[in-house]
């Protein structure tokens, strides 16, 4: 098994926000571009796509409320599992560490197309998701652009 860790972001929210944002699998829906949304679907537990020609699938295995949300693979081209940590950041409760662990079963070809991009992958998430935090403070309620 291949172990891929993000680095760590500091988050302007709280736990429980970013939590209950990744807790919904059709939240993810939300985020995506409208043309990227076609052919996803997604429930509570799960959601489904075809990502470059290839069916991929994710469920919500483990819900630790407001400090880890654990996934697997639910149909996909080789076996994953991840978590996202939601810890607290040091005394401020209104910052997250927030952080991604994935796990997955890749043969060593698939390790050397792959195993960069997905750290890399990991790592924007996470800037992007303390970017957007800076960007857009607890409260904002105006048009994201």
């Known amino acids: 098994m291949a172990v891929f860790e993000s680095k760590h972001g500091i988050v302007s929210r709280a736990p429980?926000?970013?939590?209950?944002?990744?807790?919904?699998?059709?939240n993810f829906v939300n985020f995506l571009p409208p043309d990227k949304k076609e052919?996803?679907?997604?429930?509570?537990?799960?959601?489904?796509?075809t990502v470059q020609g290839f069916p991929?699938?994710?469920k919500i295995t483990e819900r630790r409320p407001y400090s880890l949300i654990s996934l697997a693979d639910d149909g996909a081209p080789f076996s994953f599992s991840a978590e996202i940590s939601f810890d607290a950041a040091g005394g401020d409760p209104g910052k997250t560490d927030f952080h991604i662990k994935v796990e997955a079963d890749l043969n060593f070809m698939m390790k050397?197309?792959?195993?960069?991009k997905l750290k890399e992958a990991l790592d924007k998430a996470v800037d992007s998701l303390?970017?957007?935090?800076?960007?857009?403070?607890?409260?904002?309620?105006?048009?994201i652009a």
Not at 39 to 49: C, F, K, L, P, Q
Not at 112 to 116: A, E, P, R, V, Y
Not at 130 to 143: A, Q
């Open 16 to 26: 429980y926000e970013l939590y209950m944002a990744f807790v919904d699998m059709r």
């Open 39 to 49: 052919g996803v679907t997604a429930d509570y537990d799960s959601i489904h796509a």
């Open 56 to 58: 991929i699938g994710v």
């Open 112 to 116: 050397m197309l792959i195993g960069s």
């Open 130 to 143: 303390v970017e957007m935090s800076e960007k857009y403070p607890s409260g904002y309620t105006g048009p």
